[in-house]
Nanobody
Framework: QVQLAESGGGSVQAGGSLRLSCAAS????????LGWFRQAPGKEREFVAG???????????DYAASVKGRFTVSRDNPKNTVYLQMNSLKPEDTAVYYC????????????????WGQGTQVTVSS
């Protein structure tokens, strides 16, 4: 069973930056898909960004349209950690951010992910 723990959330003014980390305990294979999702107050949880293996050793990143160009997802397999660098933050980025892990295959549907962290709050003020 994979356990995930997010860190790095906090409060920041619009235009600022935050870096979220998600550390995994248990075995995270280098082939796993690692994703970031978020849930804003009164809204459903949505996909933000994810990293997946493309080919034998290269990784591909996917982003939601709302964060593309501002957020960057990366992973450190030896450290079992995935990161989300968030730049040019906007008030609409305010949400609880979750990381999730899944074996390869499928898309970024939440139902594909069996391992989730507890979430970390990100608050962006105008």
């Amino acid at each position: 069973q994979v356990q995930l723990a997010e860190s790095g959330g906090g409060s920041v003014q619009a235009g600022g930056s935050l870096r979220l980390s998600c550390a995994a305990s248990g075995r995270i294979w280098s082939t796993y898909r690692l994703g970031w999702f978020r849930q804003a107050p009164g809204k459903e949880r949505e996909f933000v960004a994810g990293t997946r293996l493309s080919g034998e050793s290269a990784y591909f990143a996917d982003y939601a349209a709302s964060v593309k160009g501002r957020f960057t997802v990366s992973r450190d397999n030896p450290k079992n950690t995935v990161y989300l660098q968030m730049n040019s933050l906007k008030p609409e980025d305010t949400a609880v951010y979750y990381c999730a892990a899944s074996p390869p295959g499928g898309d970024w549907r939440q139902s594909d992910f069996g391992s989730w962290g507890q979430g970390t709050q990100v608050t962006v003020s105008s």
